[in-house]
């Protein structure tokens, strides 16, 4: 088999074996590479220790020395180059305590999580693949290299890498790798908030954001979201849901663009119907209050993911909105707008019509039809050139203090009780209607 690598990553492999090493592209770019995905980086692997790769290359940086990785720059790219490894004993389930160099490749591949991350590649030997990845690859499976139960010990990582994988590339995974990972769940509780942030980002960003519920059903979720677990049971006797809160919550993920904000907001956009169902004499469940109460979990649950705060307050403002419920009337739609401000609006759209599409039919048409409504009620509000907070106004807080009104509380009311007026009537926003409602 002959793969198309980058010249520079050809480059640093031919010069390496000039000197009487070995070398190969390995990991994620041979099987991106192979299933003719564009790699996102091109790591390589080589039996020259990292002294030695810094003696041949002029441009390298010492990313990681002790691991065994110098990054050689050729050109404008960077590529990492690991010295072969055996990963040692393992502390603590998180980091191997040492790592110790080898000069057999074999040993290299085996210390990798998967078999189809396991293969090597370069021009003159082709494909070196000792654990069966390339039967994996066209059978769409995701299995451990070696015995699972003994993988997923050394690094609990993995158990969400696997699920992860097989979301991005739409495989299935192994029994006996399933088994051991569902087994090994409650491990994950030792891996640190960072690790398991990426790892859930990339699983919901995935083309299969579905694949949570294998998360769930495995046990994964109970561990690093145990507010998903505790809503994704609750069932919705109402003629708008007839299932449960976590089947509507995979379908919603479905529904919406691949956008980190956007699919975070969904996964958590119902967590608070745990805390808030209620039955009505008829027996119909009404969730009152859950919009502020998901947004309340999803706030717990990024801040302990260590997600960043931009993140956290448009995930969470998502969350909170998506349960406001307003008329499809032009004003009514400006006051929304007022709300989320111009640059989330699309975004709660998104939500909002991914809900819609992944509740149960009654009054669909309807729901739809609002929905098309607003949005033509806002790009209405857009060309017009509305105002739609307090910055627009056209009257200014200078333009008060001119007039004798200290700044202070008193003076933000009055402008807030302008911008009420002009979300009612748009036109009223000059100077002049302005300071007369207001009596200046
Ligand atoms: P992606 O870059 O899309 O996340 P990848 O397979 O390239 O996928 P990386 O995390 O970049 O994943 O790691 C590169 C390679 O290193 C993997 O393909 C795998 O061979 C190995 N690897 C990475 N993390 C682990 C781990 N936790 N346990 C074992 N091997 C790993
Ligand atoms: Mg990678």
């Known amino acids: 088999m002959r793969l198309k690598i980058p010249a520079g990553a050809g480059l640093i492999i031919q010069k390496l074996k000039e000197r009487g090493f070995e070398a190969y592209v390995v990991g994620g770019c041979v099987r991106d590479r192979i299933l003719g995905r564009e ?13 030695e790769v810094k003696q041949i290359f002029q441009r390298t940086v010492d990313t990681g020395l002790r691991h065994g990785t110098v990054t050689v720059l050729i050109g404008s790219r960077a590529f990492e180059v690991t010295t072969y490894r055996i ?5 603590d389930g998180r980091h ?3 790592v110790i160099f080898t000069r057999n490749l074999r040993e290299d591949l085996s210390r990798r999580d998967f078999t189809i991350n396991a293969m090597a590649y370069n021009d003159d030997e082709g494909l070196v693949d000792h654990f069966g990845g390339m039967a994996d690859l066209s059978r769409h499976v995701i299995r451990c290299v070696g015995d699972p139960a003994e993988r997923f010990g050394e690094d609990a990582l993995r158990i969400m890498r696997a699920v992860r994988f097989a979301a991005q590339l739409g495989f299935i995974i192994d029994g006996p790798t399933r088994e051991a990972l569902a087994y090994l769940a409650p491990t994950l509780e030792k891996i640190s908030a960072e690790r398991v942030q990426a790892e859930l980002v990339k699983l919901v960003t995935s083309a299969h954001p579905e694949y949570i519920g294998i998360a769930w059903e495995t046990g994964i979720t109970g561990v ?3 507010e998903f677990d505790a809503a994704a049971g609750i069932y919705q006797y109402t003629p708008h849901h007839m299932d449960t809160v976590g089947e509507h919550t995979l379908r919603a993920l479905c529904a919406v663009p691949a ?3 956007l699919r975070l907001a969904v996964l958590l956009h119902d967590l608070g119907k745990a805390g808030t169902k209620k039955k009505d004499s008829e027996g119909v469940d009404h969730f009152p209050g859950h919009g502020e109460e998901s947004a309340r979990l999803a706030g ?3 801040r302990r993911l260590k997600f960043d705060n931009g993140t956290i307050t448009k995930v969470v403002n998502l969350v909170r909105w998506h349960d406001i419920r307003y008329a499809a009337e032009p004003a009514a ?6 709300i989320t401000g111009r640059e989330m609006f699309p975004l709660y759209m998104e939500v909002q019509r991914a809900d819609v599409l992944s509740q149960s039919e009654y009054r669909r048409e309807e729901k739809l039809t609002k929905l098309s409504m607003i949005q033509r009620f806002y790009e209405e509000t857009l060309s017009a050139g509305y105002c739609t907070s307090l910055r627009e106004l056209a009257v200014t807080g200078r333009d008060l203090t001119a007039r004798g009104i200290s700044a202070g509380p008193e003076l933000g009311k009055m402008l807030k009780s302008c911008l009420e007026l002009v979300l009612e009537e748009p036109k009223k926003n000059t100077k002049k209607e302005l300071l007369g409602f207001l009596g200046l």
């Open 87 to 91: 990963d040692g004993e393992y502390e």
């Open 39 to 51: 790699p996102d980086d091109w790591d390589i692997t080589t039996s020259a220790s990292p002294y």
């Open 259 to 261: 956008d980190r904000v």
């Open 333 to 338: 739609v400006r006051r929304m707008l007022s």
């Open 96 to 98: 191997p305590k040492e």
């Open 300 to 302: 717990q649950i990024l």
């Open 224 to 226: 690093v979201l145990p």
